[in-house]
């Protein structure tokens, strides 16, 4: 028989941090994230400076399962539009799922109203990695301006995000026309 | 000479949670709402039942402002193109201001997390208001299907507004002509 073994302080306030963060927002408090992960605060300041570096090392470490639950396979050796209304497919069953809250990395920025701040900082840079994938298939797929259409898409991922995030909109038959519509006016193939 | 009385202590709480909330976010503290109108914790409980129904109360009043600052005027002759992107031109410019955040009423139900707090409920009544003219428009306009063409225009200003909020896009050359193709591809005249 095998034991697991219980993570450690600093994976336990991590992953609170991320739990609480989204759900509750970034002003979650000390306390709370300290009782909630087991941890006392004298602890959690060995562990980290701030609050603020609590925050962004979780944001930072959620960036690869971001970009994987959103992007497609790398081996996936579907056409650059496909590859672009991937995502936005993604990004309407997530919406379906219980305690969807829009897009965390557009929520940070939205509540923290500081770009200096650390979280922010990682938010932003996340975002511009989503950014940067849609202006590559731009490109790729011959769009007439693919920077018009990568802020496009981006604009039409945050509205998505944000308006099912506060249960505004279901997503289900918004994104694809919407996207579909976006990358035929661009000539996109 | 005529001597301008200074606003009472409700106003001045109302004008003041909206600033602050505005540029801080609905965390913002009693205390520094109260030092900052120059109210007593008392006098504010004896206006407003808690911080909650200031807020709520502050976002209502602003809600007249909002649509003016948005919708083209009711004895505006354009046709209905030009009538929705009225509301997009406006959007630009208002983006290009200093100390713009982003729409209020978004930024708020992103905050709160919660669809019953009673600011989230004024919040999403005000935008509601917004989707009905889009949708009320496109009717007029004759577009194939002016509930999706409604969608697809509050989900612009919304993520439009979100994007400019945290200074991740001007917004210039993206509003007008996003929405010129959304109309043109819903056939709207």
Redesign the interface.
């Known amino acids: 028989m095998t034991t697991e073994a219980r993570p450690g302080p600093r994976e336990r306030l991590l992953e609170t941090a991320a739990v609480l963060s989204y ?3 970034v ?1 979650v408090g000390i306390e709370a994230l300290c009782r909630t992960a087991g941890v006392s605060k004298r602890s959690m300041y060995q562990l980290f400076d701030s609050k603020d570096e609590l925050l962004a090392t979780s944001l930072e470490r959620g960036a690869s399962a971001f970009a994987a639950s959103l992007l497609p396979a790398a081996d996936d050796a579907r056409g650059h539009r496909e590859r672009v209304l991937h995502v936005f497919e993604r990004l309407e069953a997530q919406a379906g799922a219980p305690g969807f ?2 897009c965390r990395y ?2 940070v ?5 500081n ?1 200096d701040h650390p979280a ?1 900082r990682v938010a ?1 840079q996340v ?1 511009e990695g989503l950014a940067e994938f849609f202006r590559a298939e731009a490109v790729a797929g011959g769009a007439g301006s693919p920077d ?1 259409l990568a ?2 898409l ?7 995000s ?2 099912a ?5 279901h997503l289900a ?2 994104m694809t ?2 996207v579909r ?2 990358l ?2 661009a000539g996109m193939h």
């Open positions: 759900q509750q927002g002003g809250r829009g557009l929520a920025q939205i509540e923290l109203k770009p922010s932003r975002k018009l802020r496009q981006i604009l039409v991922f945050d509205g998505g944000a308006r995030g506060i249960g505004a909109d038959g918004l026309p919407t519509t976006l035929d006016a």
